[in-house]
């Protein structure tokens, strides 16, 4: 017996339709590039990105970033979709030494 059934003797029923929208899956590129390179990293799966950590960033939002990290640097990307659902993804950037040579000497 609901409040109002007691009050007036009546009972009511309201329905309400609930939408679960579902998750972005958030896909992000990795990359392998050398000491001192650039490279191009895509996001996709969402409408908006936020990318972090900033570290060795041209910019912390937008689909492509370009990225230069001194060191392998893992990024997480959070994605928005219209419906204003996030997730996140990530994505690394593996930063290899440059070689080690030794000096020629010419007589």
């Not at 003797?9 to 990359?31: H, K, R």
């Amino acid at each position: 017996m609901t409040l109002s059934s007691l009050v007036t003797g009546c009972d009511s029923v309201i329905t309400t339709n609930l939408t679960v929208n579902p998750l972005p899956t958030i896909t992000v590129s990795d990359a392998t590039i050398c000491e001192g390179e650039t490279t191009t990293l895509t996001a996709s799966g969402a409408d908006t990105y936020t990318w972090s950590p900033a570290t060795g960033l041209s910019a912390t939002t937008g689909d492509t970033v370009d990225a230069n990290p001194v060191a392998t640097t893992t990024y997480t990307v959070t994605g928005t979709d219209a419906n204003g659902c996030e997730n996140t993804g990530t994505g690394t950037v593996t930063v290899n030494p440059l070689p080690v040579t030794s000096p020629i000497f010419h007589d």
